[in-house]
């Protein structure tokens, strides 16, 4: 059974389980420029990025923003099973949320779905998903900052939902596109650092015609991490509907 998926009362106990519960930490040398410069406010609550497995197998990489807002994906090697964005909220060790979640596996069904958990600061969090659990690593690198022009290079790898390889291409100055360009698919965008000092990039770019892995005209927002080599990318429409999630390396 793929992880995150509906199920009423399962939901509801794993949920009420999590929350009452209480609640080291992996390094990345990633493609980023120097520590996190004086005067960027600290790390709080559950932030970060953390990188762990599901109960039932599946890898994971959740990004939690200062903002509260949170991405992830889940897959096993290069093909995206799903992809949620949503806000947490945490304090004292608790962590509680709601998230937009898309399955490929049924098709790119979206449902909504509560989640809650605990966490170490900087370390461990271990939250639940509806029934499914994940347990996850802080990745210390998010500390860092990063550069556009660390970007630059193409990516090969697939997107959530879609079953043909994609070569994404980033330009120093942060311009996004599919390699090669054609009138079957045309895919413009852009991608930088986000202000705060994060090893994380916002990403914008729309879709133009009638062989892309999203519908004819959609437009996408999200984040972008790098480690190392690989590019992650998670992206939804205004609409909730239409994510799209790629996995790629340079």
């Not at 449902?111 to 029934?131: D, E, K």
């Not at 045309?186 to 914008?204: C, H, K, T």
Request: aromatic fraction near 10%; hydrophobic fraction near 35%.
């Amino acid at each position: 059974m793929p992880p995150f998926a509906y199920r009423r009362s399962a939901a509801l106990l794993a949920l009420a389980a999590l929350l009452t519960a209480c609640g080291g930490g992996s390094d990345d040398d990633d493609d980023v420029g120097p520590a996190t410069p004086p005067g960027v406010r600290p790390v709080a609550g559950a932030e970060g990025r953390w990188d762990g497995r599901t109960s039932t197998g599946y890898d994971v990489l959740l990004t939690i923003l200062d903002t509260g807002e949170t991405w992830g994906l889940y897959h096993t090697g290069p093909i995206i099973h799903g992809a949620f964005h949503g806000t947490s909220g945490s304090s004292d060790g608790q962590l509680r949320g709601s998230a937009a979640m898309v399955d490929y596996d049924k098709g790119g069904q979206v449902h909504s779905s509560l989640y809650g958990g605990s966490y170490v600061p900087q370390r461990q969090l271990q939250a639940g998903f509806v029934f499914d659990v994940f347990n996850g690593s802080y990745v210390a690198a998010y500390e860092r900052a990063v550069t556009t022009a660390a970007l630059a290079g193409s990516y090969t790898g697939y997107a959530g939902g879609w079953p043909h390889p994609l070569t994404l291409t980033i330009t120093p100055d942060g311009g996004l596109g599919l390699t090669p360009a054609s009138t079957d698919c045309l895919v413009r965008g852009s991608i930088g650092p986000r202000p705060g000092g994060r090893a994380v990039y916002d990403m914008r770019a729309s879709f133009t015609g009638p062989n892309c892995p999203l519908p004819h005209g959609a437009s996408v927002a999200g984040i972008a991490v790098l480690d190392g080599p690989r590019l992650t990318i998670t992206s939804v429409a205004p609409s909730l509907v239409d994510f799209f999630a790629f996995q790629g390396h340079r």
